[in-house]
């Protein structure tokens, strides 16, 4: 009799496991991927693995020898991982000393400003929707001529100007 009662309650007990056991289950899992949106002017070109600042401001000086030809005076490196794309632009001040000036072109990767020039259209470079597929860093070389001519009919002293750019992310 014992044995009759335990095995009844036996069978009790796995039934009621099997009636109330799932039989399926979903568990969700998500994550979030921040965007990293940054530009950095270095004297280099950078890569994932090389990102970080400048010890010291980048500046640049042009030689008398050098003026009238492109000098190369620095990277603008772009660390991005915004899927859809952005525009970098380049603008720039003319070379200043009190009340003269001095023009000079600024070349960045496939775009360009003149200070000369009241209007510039090639002076942004955009990344277009989808061609960025993860965390990518693009250094554009910048370039500097400056303009021959002024630079001989200018009097002494030190010309000053400064280079600006613009990183916007596609939203």
């Known amino acids: 009799m014992k044995k009759n009662i335990l095995a009844v309650l036996m069978v009790i007990t796995l039934s009621s496991f099997a009636a109330f056991a799932a039989t399926s289950g979903d568990l969700n ?3 979030s991927v921040s965007g990293q949106n940054e530009i950095m002017v270095h004297s280099i070109a950078l890569t994932k693995e090389t990102w970080a600042a400048p010890a010291n401001p980048i500046s640049a000086t042009i030689l008398a020898n050098e003026v009238g030809s492109a000098k190369q005076v620095g990277y603008v490196n772009v660390k991005t991982n915004n899927r859809k794309g952005y525009a970098l632009t380049v603008t720039a001040d003319k070379l200043a000393s ?14 360009s400003f003149n200070t000369a020039s009241a209007s510039n259209t090639e002076n942004t470079i955009t990344v277009a929707n989808g061609v960025i ?9 910048v370039s500097v001529t400056v303009d021959q001519t002024q630079y001989d009919n200018s009097p002494s002293g030190l010309y000053e100007g400064n ?8 939203v």
């Open 29 to 31: 899992v998500s994550t």
């Open 133 to 141: 597929t993860g965390l990518t860093v693009t250094p554009y070389e």
């Open 163 to 170: 280079i600006y750019f613009n990183y916007v992310a596609t």
């Open 98 to 111: 009190d009340t003269f000036e001095i023009d000079y072109l600024v070349n960045m990767g496939s775009a």
